[in-house]
T-cell receptor, first 112, second 117 residues
C-alpha cells in the first residue's frame, strides 16, 4: 500500500476539549509531517518526525503535541481545542529529502 | 524564513487555451532548494504534479511543465492547452534544509484554476 492514511476524514470538537488525529503509512518512510491548512492560506508545517526525533515549529511549539510509537504511525494531539484550530490537517511522509512528500487526504477539524 | 509567492487566484481559463501560473521563491538555508508543484483535485488529497531538484532543468507531467530558474528564483507552471479536468488548486513549494539534515516543504497559498468548456 503506497498511500498515507488519515483518520478520521472529518472531526467535530468542542472548545476546550482534546483532539487526537491519526496518520499511518506502511512504506517504511523515515519522516512524517503534519501541516495545517486554513482557507486562503498556505499549508503551514506544524511539526515532523525524523525517525523517532520530533521537531516542532517555533510558533506552534506549545499548541500541538505528537507521538510516533512506531515507524508507521503518527498522531497529532491538541490538548484544549480553540476556535482557531478549525482547519484541514494534512499528514505527509517521505523516505528521504530528495523524495517529494506523499500526502494523505487530510482531516477536516471543526471546533465549535 | 523561506517563502513562496504564486499567482493569486481564482484563475479562469477556457478549454484548449494556454495557462501560466507564476511562482517565485526565497530560500534561506541553501542556494538551490528542491522545487515542487502539487495539485489538489476536487474531493481528493494533495498530490505531486512535478518536481525539479536541479537548477536549470525542466520538469513535466500531464502536459504541465515548469523550469527551475535560479537567476529569477522562479518556477512557473505552464500548459499549452488546458482541459476541464485540469480544474484544481495548484500549489508551488520549495524543499529546504534546516538544523542540519532536517528537511521541510514551504508552500505558496495555492491558485484555484477553473477551466470552462
Amino acid at each position: 500500500d503506497t498511500t498515507v492514511k488519515q483518520n478520521p476524514r472529518y472531526k467535530l470538537a468542542r472548545v476546550g476539549k482534546p483532539v487526537n488525529l491519526i496518520c499511518s503509512q506502511t512504506m517504511n518512510h523515515d519522516t512524517m509531517y503534519w501541516y495545517q491548512k486554513k482557507p486562503n492560506q498556505a499549508p503551514k508545517l506544524l511539526l515532523f518526525y525524523y525517525d523517532k526525533i520530533l521537531n516542532r515549529e517555533a510558533d506552534t511549539f506549545e499548541k500541538f503535541q505528537s507521538s510516533r510509537p512506531n515507524n508507521s504511525f503518527c498522531s497529532l494531539y491538541i490538548g484544549s481545542a480553540g476556535l482557531e484550530y478549525s482547519a484541514m490537517y494534512l499528514c505527509a511522509s517521505s523516505p528521504d529529502c530528495n523524495q517529494a512528500p506523499l500526502f494523505g487526504e487530510g482531516t477536516r477539524l471543526s471546533v465549535l | 524564513g523561506d517563502s513562496v509567492t504564486q499567482t493569486e487566484g481564482p484563475v479562469t481559463v477556457s478549454e484548449s487555451e494556454s495557462l501560466i501560473i507564476n511562482c517565485t521563491y526565497s530560500a534561506t538555508s541553501i542556494a538551490y532548494p528542491n522545487l515542487f508543484w502539487y495539485v489538489r483535485y476536487p474531493g481528493e488529497g494533495l498530490q505531486l504534479l512535478l518536481k525539479v531538484i536541479t537548477a536549470g532543468q525542466k520538469g513535466s507531467s500531464r502536459g504541465f511543465e515548469a523550469t527551475y530558474n535560479k537567476e529569477t528564483t522562479s518556477f512557473h507552471l505552464q500548459k499549452a492547452s488546458v482541459q476541464e479536468s485540469d480544474s484544481a488548486v495548484y500549489y508551488c513549494a520549495l524543499g529546504d534544509f534546516f538544523g542540519g539534515s532536517n528537511y521541510k516543504l514551504t508552500f505558496g497559498k495555492g491558485t484555484l484554476l477553473t477551466v470552462t468548456p
